[in-house]
């Protein structure tokens, strides 16, 4: 065993051997709203910042710092549904509160002081983001942003910039996982994780060489960190499901406490440290995002407990808007129109800047011929155009459904046998609220919900013979009891029970995603499911004699490299199962149950045109040919790709839904499931339909309805005349 190797494991039995030192009791400061991250911002009457993650509320809010038990809310900015939202120190003399919306990916700064937005310094970030850490370097002064999301982290300047407020992109590089959580120490050593993976760190710096990651350690659960910066070294805070505990530099624990007070306490992360003193808190607090059995929001809890027993001196003397250096040294040069870094006399420019002096400004692509640039790597669309570079054919949905249920995963097409007008969408509800199926008209009428133990991904199976009855069924993985739910579509294309309806699956396996494929050869119906560990399992489906429903297990595999995998769809005539791997890529396997299961990746995550995560997957075939498009829907970039359908399955484009102002319908972000078919169905959708979820449901004035809703797209609008009319239908 090697030296790192035996720490490791001295530091995993001093943490599993340790005995909680102390109690802290919390206190719900904030209640009545989600919350996914926590900050506090420094000055003579601190305040507590909080995201606001639900729905109808959106943006952050903002309590006052009077140590209260329950603080006094004092604003509520409604930018659009985010996850984070911190202080930045003076920034040209003033300090500023930086916040994402995962609805239009804006990155917005306001005044500390005032809350009122500083409109020029707004950053389009296209993605899915987790959290958000600042970083102020000790050898120049300049102040950083660390956004994370799906598996990778842009690292941003904010700047005073001829008085103005600036924030440029300086890199963009990948991690292992999606960080939830981060933390960073004044030497720049930031620490990252998210729940059941391992705590990361890297050194932050300021140039454009990815920095190394390492991993710490499998053994410490992570549920939110902060950093406690005493007077001469700075110790790692971390929250679990339970518990608070401090940490230094290496991993050594310092000192634990049990976190009571809070009746059925569920930590949803962001921990954040105030390091002030007042009369309730002499050793300063912390707080945390939290889920409890009358509450939801924000709770704060003493430092005091947790820095008492563990010999660390309280500083409550810290300030954030003290210089970390004295004899500041400037990697940004005058030279370099202050547009990049002097490298031993060389400009390297920061992304969006070109020329020996870094004083042009550039785009990515030149806008892909699509656009003029408007700012750095800030491109202003043609009609018809979108995405970071205008390569994004940009699409408006025709209508969107009816709000139906709290979280809303996927859709399916049941086509109508004789009046194609009369189709059915089917759509699925994950959520403990409206959990069940949903079915709409073309319209995006709802006219049937059914209830079911939280459906994930749902398939249509056409003419199955249940007894000595030919019907229609709907398929889906029900995450609520880890069940195969089926149901019958009568002639209608209304839902209606099954005999053995509810399939079982093996004990502790937790079903995730599904779909169907029936055999050309052999003629037989299969079921496949997932889990979260990428385990698949493909079931036989059968009927008895009587009209009983039943299953029989015939293959297992591991689909992907063995990360989180979802959406799958099949290609019954070819004899295809693709699957999304949600950080990877996508995958093509043989669907007979007698087939390989060794997988070809067809698509990868970082290869110029697909990015995490991976989702929803459906197939539209040519209907006399083996042609037809594979679609995919990329959630970090709120995108979905196009492919050939025909091995090797090139690539052919990528779109995105934009607003439809004249319909009132707005745009998809954060997509996940889809379904499509080429099938006339009627005027709207002559050559077919695409149907999406659309995460954040926009209304007037910035909010997200509380409901989920799916989006209409006609199928001729996305792949243009040519190509759509080529599926012959």
């Not at 990916?105 to 970030?125: D, H, Q, T, V, W």
């Amino acid at each position: 065993m090697g030296r790192r190797a035996c720490f490791l494991a001295f530091a995993s039995l001093i943490f599993q051997s340790l005995a909680q030192n102390a109690n802290i009791t919390l206190t719900p400061a904030a209640v009545g709203f989600e919350a996914d991250n926590t900050a506090f911002y420094y000055s003579s009457s601190p305040l507590l910042l909080a995201n606001d993650g639900s729905a109808a509320g959106g943006g952050f809010r903002v309590f006052d710092g009077k140590q209260n038990p329950q603080w006094a809310e004092v604003a509520h900015l409604r930018t659009g549904r985010s996850k984070v939202a911190i202080p930045v120190y003076n920034i040209g003399g003033r300090d500023i509160v930086v916040t994402i919306a995962a609805t239009d990916s804006n990155m917005r700064a306001f005044e500390a002081n005032g809350l009122k937005e500083i409109k020029n310094a707004r950053k389009p970030i296209l993605g899915d983001w987790s959290t958000l850490c600042g970083w102020q370097s000790a050898s120049s002064g300049n102040s950083y942003l660390l956004l994370f999301g799906k598996r990778i982290v842009v690292q941003l300047l904010v700047r005073n910039q001829s008085k103005r407020v600036e924030i440029l992109a300086v890199q963009t590089f990948p991690t292992p996982i999606e960080g939830e959580s981060c933390a960073v120490f004044r030497d720049g050593t930031v620490f990252f994780s998210a729940e059941d993976q391992p705590l990361y760190s890297f050194t932050a710096s300021e140039s454009f060489q990815a920095p190394e990651i390492k991993i710490l350690t499998k053994e410490v659960p992570v549920l939110g960190l902060a950093a406690y910066h005493a007077d001469s070294e700075d110790f790692l805070l971390v929250v679990d499901s339970e518990s608070l505990h401090i940490y230094d530099r290496n991993l050594n624990q310092k000192n634990s406490a049990l976190l009571t007070g809070i009746p059925d306490l569920s930590v949803e992360g962001g921990l954040s440290i105030l390091q002030s003193t007042s009369k309730r808190h002499p050793s300063g607090l912390f707080a945390f995002a939290f889920e409890g059995e009358e509450d939801t929001g924000v709770a704060i809890g003493s430092l005091q407990a947790i820095l008492g027993a563990s010999e660390i001196r309280p500083n409550t003397k810290f300030d954030p808007n003290e210089r970390t250096c004295r004899k500041c040294t400037q990697p940004i040069s005058k030279r370099c129109s202050n547009n990049g870094y002097n490298q031993h006399g060389i400009c390297q420019c920061f992304p969006g800047f070109g020329g020996g002096d870094c004083s042009k400004i550039t785009c990515q692509n030149s806008c892909s011929g699509h656009g003029s640039c408007i700012g750095p790597n800030i491109c202003k669309c043609a009609p018809g155009r979108s995405g970071p570079d205008c390569s994004f054919v940009a699409v408006k949905a025709k209508y969107e459904t009816d709000a139906n249920g709290g979280d809303g995963d996927d859709p399916a097409i049941w086509i109508h046998p004789t009046r194609p007008d009369q189709s059915r969408i089917v759509t699925t509800t994950k959520s403990d609220e409206g959990a069940g199926f949903a079915v709409f008209n073309l319209n995006g009428k709802l006219l049937q919900h059914v209830p079911g133990e939280e459906p994930n991904n749902v398939d249509v199976i056409y003419n199955f013979t249940v007894g000595a009855q030919v019907t229609d069924l709907t398929f889906a993985a029900c995450r609520g009891d880890n069940t195969l739910c089926l149901l019958k579509i009568n002639s209608t294309g209304f839902l209606e029970s099954v005999d053995g309806g509810i399939q079982p699956t093996p004990e502790d396996y937790e079903v995730y995603g599904s779909c169907t494929y029936r055999s050309p050869t052999s003629g037989r119906q299969y079921l496949f499911v997932n889990n979260k560990d990428a385990e698949y399992l493909q079931y036989e489906l059968r009927s008895t004699a009587n009209g009983t429903l039943e299953t029989n297990l015939v293959r297992k595999f591991v689909g992907g490299s063995g990360g989180q995998v979802e959406g799958c769809v099949c290609d019954e005539e070819q004899g295809y199962l693709f699957l999304g791997e949600e950080p990877e890529g996508l995958w093509r396997y043989d669907a007979e149950p007698n087939g390989s299961s060794t997988g070809i990746q067809i698509a990868r995550v970082g290869d110029g045109t697909l990015y995490a995560d991976v989702e929803g997957v459906t197939l539209v075939p040519a209907k006399n040919s083996s042609d037809g498009y594979l679609f995919v829907s990329s959630q970090g970039r709120s995108a979905y790709l196009v492919y050939e359908r025909a091995p090797p399955h090139a690539y052919v484009m990528t779109f995105t839904i934009v607003d439809n102002k004249e319909a009132g319908i707005d745009h998809v972000s954060n997509t996940d499931g889809i379904a499509a078919v080429g099938n006339r169905l009627n005027s709207d959708f002559p050559k077919g339909l695409f149907v999406t979820h659309d995460d954040a449901n926009e209304l007037a004035g910035r909010e997200t309805a509380d409901q989920a809703s799916f989006k209409l797209v006609s199928l001729e609008d996305i792949l243009g005349k040519q190509r759509a009319a080529q599926l012959g239908y």
